[in-house]
C-alpha cells in the first residue's frame, strides 16, 4: 500500500477547579490544545494492478439471460498483461496540519437531600478543522451532486480548489496537472477548507436516589462529541501529490501494463481524469447523545446485583463517499458517471446514523473470607448506516450504492449481541491466618499464603459484510453484496467447512447492486480463559517482600476462529481458513517489593 511517516505533538494546558458550598459541589474549568499532525506518505506510490475474469471470460456471458456460466480466469488475466483496475499516485504526500482547540465545562451536583443528588452540567467544545502550513492543501470543490450520467450543464461540475487566496499560479510549487479539471485559488474556503463548527454544546443531566441503605437507583442523560482525527483529513493531502486511476471497459477490455498510468510521464504528471478526495465543507462534528438508567441492590452484606439499561442515537457519522459513482450499467465507467472529466471522487460524508440499546447486569462479591468475584452479563444490539471512515476488515469501506448511504443500514461492524464475563480471586485456606494454619516456618513458606484467580470471556460473533467478489454492477466503487435467496443464513451446526448456509446468497444478475444486506453474516463466538496463582514470600526486613506470579492466557488452548470467507465467487465461500487472538501463553515473573 505504502509507507508513512508521522512526526506528531500535542501541547495541553488544563485547569479544574471544585467548590463545595452547603448541598452545592460545583466544578469547572477548562483546557486548550495545540495539535501538530505531520505526515509523509501515500498509497500506491508503486502502483496498485487488479485483475479479475472479465478479460478472459466469454463476453456472451454478460448478457442477461444467455443461460452460459461465468468464464475466465483472474491469473489468466495477469499473465495476458489484461489490467482491470490501475491506480497509481504521482508523487509521494506530505502534510502539516495545526489546529488549536479548546473547551469549557460547568456542573453543579446538588444534594438536595441525604438520599436524593441532582447533576446538571455543560460543556462545551471547540475544535477547529486542521490547517495545512505548507500552502498546499487541495480539496475538490462541489458546484452540486449529480447522479445522472453525463451532466451537461458544465457550471455543476467539481473543481480542484487550493486553500487560501492567491493572485498567481494556482499550480505554484506542485509537480501535477488537470488538463480537463479547473484548479482555482479564490479563498472561497479560507486556509482549512471546511467550516469550523461552533456549535458543540453538550449538556448533561443526572439523578441519584438511594430510596434506603440497600438500593441505588441512578439515571442521566447527555450529549458526546467525537471530534476529528488526522487521516481521512490526510487523504486530502493526496490530491496535490496526484492520482490517477483507471477501470478498464470489460465489455472491450484494452488496459494493460503498458496505458493503465501512461500519464504519469515526466517531471510533471498530467493526470487526466484524476481520482481526488474532498472533506464536506460544511460538516457538523459527529455526537452521540446516551442515556441510562441503574438500579443497585445490596442483596447480603458483600454481595451487590446492579441491572441497567444504556442507550444511544448518534448522528452525523462520518464515512466514505463515492461522489461520482457510476450508474450501473454497460459500456465504460466514464459513460455512465455524472462528471466524465473525473475518476473516484470520494468524500468523507457526514450524514451517517446509528443507535444502540443495551441491557446490563453486574453481581458482586466484595472481598470477603478469603474471596472476591464478579459475573457480568450485557445484551446489546447496535445498528447504523456507517461503521467508521476506516472500517474493520469485515466491513467495506464505502457503501455499494453511493447514491444511497441509508441503503446500507444494517448491524454495525462492532455489534455484539451477547457478552459475559466471569472473574475472581481465592485465598487457598492454607496459612497464617487462613482456615488451615501451618506451624512450621518453612512449610508455610511454601505451601502457605498463595492466591489463584482467573478472567473467563465469552461474547457471541460479529456481523461480516457478504461480497459478491466481482463487479457485476460495473461500477467505480466495486463493494457489491450478491442477492439473498431468502433462505436462512445461519446454519443449526457451523463447521469452519460450511460456517454459514452458502446457499442463502446468489450472484446479482448483471449491472444491478445485490439485495443482500449489509454486515448479515454472523462471525464465530468467543471463548478464552485466563488464569493466575501468586504468593507473596516475606522477607527478613521490615517492609521487603518477593511476588511470584504464574499467568496462563488462553490457559484451555480454545482457538477462537477468524471470519470465515464471504467472498461469493471464491472456492473458499464460507469456509474459515484462520484464527484470532493467540493459543496459550504463559509467563512467570517475580517482583521485589521494598
Known sequence: MGLFENKNSTLQFLNNTSIIKGKHS??????????QFNQVGNQ????????TVT??????????GSGLPLQGDAFASFLLGN?????VAAQIAAAQFRATSFALYLDDSWKITPAFTLSVGLRYENTPPWE?????????????FDNTPNVADQSRYPVFLRQGK??????AGLRVRWPNIPLVQDGRLGNRLVNRDNNDFAPRLGLAWSPNPKWSIRTGIGMFYNQDQGNPRFDVARNAAGRTRNDDNPSLPRETWDNGASALVGSVANILTPQAFSNKFDRRTPYSAQWLLNVE?????DLTLEVGYLGSVSRHLESYRGVSAAVPGPGTIASRSPYPNWGLLVSVDNGGRGNYNSLGSKLTKRYSNGVTALVSYTWSKTIDTTSGIRTSNSDSLFSQDGRCMLCDRGLSAFDNRHRLVLSGLYDLPFGERRKFGIKNGVLEAIAGGWQVGGITTWRAGFPINPSAGVNRANTNINTDRPDATGQKVSLNTATTEKWFNTAAFVLQPNFQFGNAGRNSILGPAGFSLDSNVQKNFRMPWEGHELQFRWEAYNLLNHPVWGFPNTNFSSPAFGTISSTTGSMRQMQFALKYVF
Not at 500506491?44 to 485483475?51: A, I, V
Not at 489490467?83 to 491506480?87: A, I, N
Open 55 to 64: 478479460p478472459t471470460q466469454d463476453p456472451r456471458a454478460l448478457t442477461a
Open 26 to 35: 460545583i466544578r469547572f474549568g477548562g483546557e486548550i490544545r495545540k495539535d
Open 44 to 51: 500506491f506510490g508503486r502502483g496498485s494492478f487488479g485483475f
Open 132 to 144: 495545512d502550513i505548507s500552502g498546499n492543501l487541495v480539496t475538490v470543490f462541489f458546484n452540486a
Open 297 to 301: 441492590h445490596e442483596i447480603a452484606r
Open 83 to 87: 489490467v482491470t483496475l490501475t491506480e
Open 166 to 171: 492567491g493572485t498567481g499560479d494556482p499550480y
